[in-house]
């Protein structure tokens, strides 16, 4: 639902690597997971994306998947930076550029790493008239997770991990698109799963460049419900990332992507961008991007 | 009349007996669809082709172009609306209205937005509407014309922003309170309710000239206002369902040099999981009120009344709930000043003051990611009446009186089908308004929408003329 959760899409599950290595060390899934909150951060602090969303009913043509209908299509902008002890909070903004009945629309998330203290958003709405807060729920509650502006993508699909809450498996290891990757079992423990609306989650992790090409959600039933599918996976700023995104919905055989198809990292950001402020105020919000922009240009 | 209002109710239930069995259809229809057989088959190849999605990365460079045209947002649409149940609405026991089925609306409008931050700080932002009244709309019909037309400024004012500080000048809109659609704050613009078309009152929002000055402190927010020339909510059209023929018309405000103006202040600090903003204001009431004239072909003189707000307003978020609460406190108002927008509320002649208490109380639930329901109750009561030996009161003034509004919405497909709908009513049960909306986008710039609006009045109520109504609406609209 917020500009942080995306980066947690690409960094969370479908990890980025570092340039830290595990050879040398006893290769786990949780050592492979673990690497995955540290280029979260590293991804997250100072950032500055340009995105697609694209949403659609999909089947199956000449054995690929590909959309049944025109995608609805969405571009994004957002801006992110840590805060906090270990800089392990995050304030970010999305604003929503394309189509024209949505422009403006804007969102600004804070998300807390303590224990207990529910993540705040609010919205901008044109229609409204002003800043409304969010009553979405928290994904660390038993609540429904909420969709990321309309999508297929949720709060929980996209939240970090806190690994302590799970075990991992490393079932196989074998080859996906041409690429070898560690087929890794996600469970919750018994606490987490009263909180999450997966049973378990398997991912599939490239070995060279610890991205997760593909991971499957099972609901309780152990009927996947989810899969989502990582593409264009490049070197960004020094960090493996997948550039596009895409999720299945297997219940409403529904997709969306996400492309993020312009991704800055460690670029200067005011803290007075990440406000309220920036919602309602147009001057000021453009303004601040135009700088942002002038800069990457 | 009871019999009329449960014959209503009835027809409410229905209609959301609809609303549900589509809705469990719906998802039926969904789930059935299974892709296991697909989705097991690792001859299927899953890593997509980006260019199903319009090619975002091959598209890169042309979406950095900066097109002045990228500053306008224009919306066109078709709009139909229309009475569709013929009845009767008895006035006397030997008297009464025949409501025939009648096209109200056959309307083209075109919306156009220009928002171009054309320096560093700076901001022009405009919106205008235009509309053509097709033959059969109220406002051909009263001109006996095949089509009418008219043109209406929205917004335009100048912004600037530095620092902490941001500055706009200009036609705008100032909204005050948490409670969505029905909060007591939300009094600082002025509103049309033109026809049965607008129900929410975000849509029927005027803009008017002020200058506003936010200051943007560490910990908590200013947000100031002056209205140089405050307006007041315009008298219904002739022809709309809201204006009833009488022996004189209402006229507008006149001046004649006098120097009104309104100014209010807010402060806002968000805390852990709420905000909480207090104000005050000089404002004059928004709802001109009329006397009836002592004499004969004699047009009455609106009369405006100044008076001061003070207002508090907090939200609190509760995991998916959020409690929203506004309280207003309004000193020196006028009597009369509550009625229903239409000509028939005409006051008792009277220019008795009070002091009003008022508060806003309501939640929004998000059911899941796509349902959202929200609740508001406005109730009010007055206080200190300053009434004179002249004036002739029912005595319900002295009585708490206010509305509730509830609203349901469930996005199906990504937001591509949204279903929606409203019930509104008074704290006294005796008029309820229920509306449902659906709404189909074909694409990002398509979207056909339909309306259904029941009505039902108990015989004192202001909507009593409106009673056993059903109006059925469709809407064609292309965003660009």
Not at chain 2, 244 to 268: A, N, S
Not at chain 2, 302 to 317: E, H, I, M
């Amino acid at each position: 639902m917020n500009s942080n959760q995306f980066y947690r899409v690409f960094s969370l599950i479908f990890m980025a690597s570092f340039t830290v290595s595990v050879l040398g060390q006893e290769i786990t899934g949780l050592s492979i997971m673990q690497l995955v909150d540290d280029a979260q951060r590293q991804t997250n602090n100072s950032s500055f994306n340009k995105m697609q969303l694209s949403s659609c009913k999909f089947g199956v043509a000449s054995g690929r998947i590909t959309c049944a209908e025109k995608p609805r299509v969405k571009s994004l902008e957002s801006v992110a930076k840590n805060y906090g002890p270990n800089l392990k909070d995050t304030k970010s903004v999305t604003i929503t550029i394309e189509p024209p009945s949505e422009r403006g629309i804007g969102m600004l998330n804070f998300t807390y790493d303590e224990i207990g203290r529910d993540n705040e958003t609010w919205l901008y709405l044109s229609a409204i008239g002003r800043v409304k807060r969010i009553a979405s729920g928290d994904s660390d509650e038993e609540t429904e997770p909420a969709s990321l502006f309309g999508s297929e993508f949720t709060t929980e699909d996209t939240e970090t991990g806190k690994l302590e809450e799970y075990s991992f498996e490393i079932l196989d290891e074998t080859e996906i698109a041409g690429r070898k990757v560690w087929k890794i079992e996600m469970t919750p423990n018994e606490e987490r799963s009263k909180k999450t609306r997966y049973s378990r989650q398997i991912h599939y992790i490239d070995k060279e460049r610890h991205v997760a090409l593909r991971s499957e959600m099972y609901d309780r039933y152990n009927k996947e419900v989810k899969r989502l599918m990582a593409a264009r996976v490049e070197l960004v700023n020094e960090v493996w990332m997948a550039r596009s995104l895409t999720m299945m919905n297997l219940v409403t055989n529904r997709l969306s992507n996400m492309a993020f198809v312009e991704i800055y990292t460690d670029v200067t950001i005011d803290d007075e961008f990440l406000t309220q402020r920036t919602l309602t105020d147009v001057a000021f919000r453009e303004t601040e991007l135009e700088k942002l922009r002038l800069i990457l240009d | 009349m009871s019999s009329r209002l449960g014959r209503a109710r009835t027809k409410t239930t229905r209609f959301y007996s609809f609303i549900f069995l589509f809705g469990v259809i719906y998802g039926q229809d969904n789930s059935n669809k299974s892709l296991d057989d697909i989705l097991l088959d690792d001859n299927i190849d899953f890593a997509f082709d980006d260019s199903i999605f319009n090619s975002p990365f091959e598209t890169e460079q042309e979406s950095s172009k900066n097109d002045w045209l990228d500053n306008f947002t224009i919306k066109v649409s078709q709009q139909l609306y229309s009475q569709i149940n013929h009845h009767r609405i008895p006035i006397t026991p030997t008297l009464s209205i025949d409501r025939k089925r009648d096209l109200e609306i056959n309307r083209l409008g075109t919306n156009v937005r220009y928002q171009n931050v054309f320096a560093p700080g700076w901001l022009l932002q405009a919106s205008a509407q235009l509309r053509l009244h097709w033959a059969g709309d109220y406002q051909s019909e009263v001109e006996n014309k095949n089509f009418e037309w008219e043109f209406r400024g929205n917004e335009l004012f100048l912004q600037r922003s530095f620092a902490n500080q941001t500055i706009k000048l200009g036609r705008q809109t100032v909204v005050w309170g948490e409670t969505l659609g029905n909060s007591v704050l939300d009094v600082i613009n002025i509103n049309e309710f033109r026809d049965f078309s607008i129900i929410d009152i975000e849509d029927a929002r005027l803009n008017q000239w002020l200058l506003v000055w936010d200051f943007f402190g560490d910990d908590s927010d200013f947000s100031s206002f002056i209205n140089f020339f405050p307006e007041f909510n315009p008298n219904p059209v002739r022809g709309s369902p809201f204006f009833f023929e009488m022996p004189f018309d209402l006229t507008e405000y006149d001046r004649e040099g006098d120097l009104i103006f309104e100014v209010g202040t807010k402060w806002k600090r968000s805390f852990k999981g709420s905000d909480v903003s207090l104000m005050a204001a000089y404002l004059y009431e928004n709802q001109l009120s009329f006397d009836v004239p002592s004499e004969a072909f004699k047009n009455p003189k609106p009369k405006v009344n100044d008076f001061v707000l003070f207002g508090f307003s907090v939200n609190r978020a509760l995991g998916k709930l959020l409690l929203n609460l506004d309280i207003a406190y309004s000193h020196d108002v006028l009597l009369g000043s509550f009625n229903f927008l239409s000509n028939t509320s005409m006051n008792s002649g009277s220019s008795s003051k009070a002091n009003r208490l008022g508060t806003s109380f309501g939640f929004e639930y998000a059911v899941n990611n796509n349902q959202n329901i929200s609740i508001g109750i406005q109730a009010q009561k007055l206080t200190n009446i300053d009434s004179t030996p002249f004036d002739n009161f029912s005595g319900n003034e002295r009585k708490v009186f206010g509305s509730w509004l509830a609203r349901y919405s469930n996005a199906f497909n990504n937001g591509n089908l949204t279903v929606s709908s409203t019930l509104q009513g008074d704290l006294k049960g005796e008029s309820l308004l229920a509306l449902m909306d659906v709404t189909y986008n074909l694409n990002d710039k398509w979207a056909i929408s339909t309306q259904i609006i029941s009505i039902s009045a108990a015989d004192n109520s202001p909507l009593f003329l409106f009673s056993e109504d059903v109006r059925l609406g469709a809407t064609v609209s292309f965003s660009f």
